[in-house]
């Protein structure tokens, strides 16, 4: 089962990464200290397939490549926020990493519940709570960019 990691508003990318672990591009490195300066247990303790929940403007900052690559470093299924900062989104989408704007699920949703995603059809299912929310679903490329792990795989595969 997975479980939720849920913080506030404005998560920046320095509390995602700190800048004192930018010397390295090595994703299991970076994933070793992911979220360490908001929550020690993070790192140690996050699974693959567990979800971060947060508020607004998350991965916000610098505009640090490192902060998405430390989450996906992480296995974490998807983030959930209520709005992404502009960069941080689109690094994450570059990378392949799945995010998700819902404005509903942060204030709902607690750390044990069961939750899953449907990217193609825009839903967020709380098991637990048998609740569904929704979101606008990505256009067809962007979903077969993430589905090829990020930029790089996806333009390799269109090569080919």
């Given at each position: 089962?997975?479980?939720?990691?849920?913080?506030?508003?404005?998560?920046?990318?320095?509390?995602?990464?700190?800048?004192?672990?930018?010397?390295?591009?090595?994703?299991?490195?970076?994933?070793?200290?992911?979220?360490?300066?908001?929550?020690?247990?993070?790192?140690?303790?996050?699974?693959?397939?567990?979800?971060?929940?947060?508020?607004?403007?998350?991965g916000c900052g610098s505009s640090r490549e490192h902060a998405p690559l430390a989450i996906k470093s992480c296995a974490v299924k998807a983030v959930i926020a209520k709005t992404f900062a502009r960069i941080f989104y689109r690094n994450a989408i570059n990378i392949g990493l799945v995010i998700i704007e819902?404005?509903?699920?942060?204030?709902?949703?607690?750390?044990?519940?069961?939750?899953?995603?449907?990217?193609?059809?825009?839903?967020?299912?709380?098991?637990?709570?048998?609740?569904?929310?929704?979101?606008?679903?990505?256009?067809?490329?962007?979903?077969?960019?993430?589905?090829?792990?990020?930029?790089?795989?996806?333009?390799?595969?269109?090569?080919?």
């Amino acid at each position: 089962m997975n479980k939720n990691w849920i913080y506030g508003d404005n998560v920046d990318t320095d509390v995602i990464i700190p800048a004192r672990y930018l010397n390295t591009q090595n994703p299991k490195e970076l994933a070793l200290h992911c979220m360490e300066d908001i929550d020690k247990t993070f790192s140690s303790s996050v699974k693959e397939g567990d979800f971060i929940i947060a508020g607004n403007n998350f991965g916000c900052g610098s505009s640090r490549e490192h902060a998405p690559l430390a989450i996906k470093s992480c296995a974490v299924k998807a983030v959930i926020a209520k709005t992404f900062a502009r960069i941080f989104y689109r690094n994450a989408i570059n990378i392949g990493l799945v995010i998700i704007e819902n404005d509903e699920i942060q204030n709902d949703v607690d750390e044990n519940d069961e939750i899953s995603i449907d990217l193609s059809c825009g839903k967020i299912y709380n098991k637990t709570k048998k609740k569904e929310y929704f979101f606008k679903p990505y256009p067809s490329e962007i979903q077969k960019l993430i589905e090829a792990g990020g930029l790089v795989e996806y333009t390799k595969q269109k090569r080919n």
